[in-house]
């Protein structure tokens, strides 16, 4: 059995959580971040039909053990029926599921999945209440702010109409990049709107930063991902990625097993900020994982025999 959402909610003022990241926000990284002062952990984005119908997507879209705990399940549907029926797989192994209602991608539009979702609020509407019949644990919905904030109001009023447990509001428009400012405004409308607890995203990269999103807003917590990616130790108040956290993810990783391009990926995100430009470009060319060990063996002083 896994920890509900809502009971580390309740627990705590102020919660950190992790994103839901499509390749990143697996179980090594999952394991990584929580001794890093991240209290929730999501899955990424997981296809519902595909995950109802495929056993190869049940067994490799989401794995966890007990210390993944909390962990919540993000899914993308288009209709109630392939959401619940993946939520009910889950829902023994999982603290909440959750509705992606954000993603950008126009092939994701295109499948009247993710931010499609954001002008269809009857379809999330009728998500939330199959889900909350067919299985026990929390249910919550993921959302980008309307250019017209009159509309995300009337979006958030109908999903507490139907008991959503708790809503997570980046602070962008579907059209909006990523580098575009956040609107606090958006977000703090949310919060002041709906009575269950609200969580904000949106350029989280700092302790500093998620002062200014409580401060500015009011939420009941604060999620991040391209921080999280750059550095997995800022919660507990590192400016950069300390070693010793480079060091864990490469055990973490190859004690579970990674591919060779999630692994260089992340360590390329964690490196970001302390490499040198000429340093970066030559730790961007290595083409495997055995390639990856020894360069930093050789350059940073990792022992992998300790690791392992
Ligand atoms: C690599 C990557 C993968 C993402 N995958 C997902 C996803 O699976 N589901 C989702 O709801 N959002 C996804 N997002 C969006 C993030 O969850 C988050 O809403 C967005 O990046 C804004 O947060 P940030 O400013 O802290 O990066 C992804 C973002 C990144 C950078």
């Given at each position: ?28 990284f ?71 209602c ?43 702010v ?30 909006q ?41 009011g ?36 004690g ?11 360590l ?41």
């Amino acid at each position: 059995m896994k920890t509900s959402v809502l009971d580390v909610i309740n627990s705590k003022e102020r919660v950190n959580i992790c994103a839901p990241m499509v390749r990143y926000s697996k179980l090594p990284f999952r394991a990584l971040l929580r001794k890093y002062n991240v209290d929730i952990c999501y899955t990424p984005m997981i296809l519902a039909d595909v995950f109802k119908n495929s056993d190869l997507a049940r067994e490799t879209d989401y794995s966890t053990n007990a210390g993944d705990d909390p962990v919540v399940v993000q899914f993308a549907a288009s209709n109630s029926e392939d959401l619940a029926a993946a939520a009910e797989l889950v829902a023994p192994f999982a603290g909440g599921i959750d509705i992606n209602c954000g993603c950008p991608q126009k092939w994701a539009i295109q499948e009247r999945i993710g931010s499609h979702l954001m002008s269809d609020p009857e379809t999330v509407r009728d998500m939330v209440r199959t889900v909350k019949n067919r299985v026990s644990i929390p249910c919550s919905i993921k959302i980008r702010v309307h250019p017209d904030l009159r509309e995300t109001y009337e979006f958030v009023k109908r999903a507490e109409s139907v008991c959503v447990d708790y809503i997570t509001v980046h602070g962008r428009t579907r059209k909006q990049k990523s580098t575009e400012p956040v609107n606090f405004e958006g977000i703090k409308l949310v919060k002041e709107s709906v009575s269950m607890p609200v969580f904000a995203n949106g350029s989280i990269f700092s302790n500093a930063d998620a002062e200014e999103m409580y401060e500015k807003t009011g939420v009941d917590g604060v999620m991040s991902a391209r921080g999280l990616l750059q550095n997995p130790a800022f919660f507990s108040g590192y400016e950069y990625t300390p070693w010793e956290c480079i060091e864990e993810y490469v055990h973490l990783a190859l004690g579970y097993g990674t591919n060779h391009f999630i692994f260089h990926h992340h360590l390329m995100y964690m490196f970001e900020d302390i490499m040198s430009n000429a340093e970066r470009k030559t730790f961007n060319t290595l083409s495997s994982i055995p390639a990856i060990l020894d360069h930093l063996e050789e350059h940073w002083g990792l022992d992998v025999n300790k690791l392992i």
